[in-house]
């Protein structure tokens, strides 16, 4: 049983910085890869970020070039570091981990969320 738990977020002024962390328990399925999602209030949950084989990367566009998502294989956790925030920038924060088909990674399991709050 796989279990992601996500810690880091709070509140920062526009243009600073924050990093996520996401510990990753339980053995996971082959194929599958870490992505990180958020959700503003009132909107649907978007991918920003997946971490696949080889420390493959990929963002959308509107984090591309701000934030960088990162692996320590030892401690088994997932990084999100965000630089240059935005207050658009402002949502719940989640960890995923799902089938590398994904391109961030949805359709397996989910952390619980942290808030990012901008402003």
């Known amino acids: 049983h796989v279990q992601l738990v996500e810690s880091g977020g709070g509140s920062v002024q526009p243009g600073g910085s924050l990093r996520l962390s996401c510990t990753i328990s339980?053995?996971?399925?082959?194929?599958?890869?870490l992505g990180w999602f958020r959700q503003a209030p009132g909107q649907g949950r978007e991918g920003i970020a997946g971490?696949?084989?080889?420390?493959?990367?990929r963002y959308t566009d509107a984090v591309k070039g701000r934030f960088t998502v990162s692996k320590d294989n030892a401690k088994n956790t997932l990084y999100l570091q965000m630089d240059m925030l935005k207050p658009e920038d402002t949502a719940m924060y989640y960890c995923?981990?799902?089938?590398?088909?994904?391109?961030?990674?949805?359709?397996?399991?989910w952390g619980q969320g942290t808030q990012v709050t901008v402003s």
């Open positions: 995923a981990m799902g089938p590398t088909i994904n391109p961030y990674c949805s359709g397996g399991y």
């Open positions: 339980g053995t996971p399925s082959p194929g599958y890869c």
């Open positions: 971490f696949h084989s080889l420390g493959r990367t």
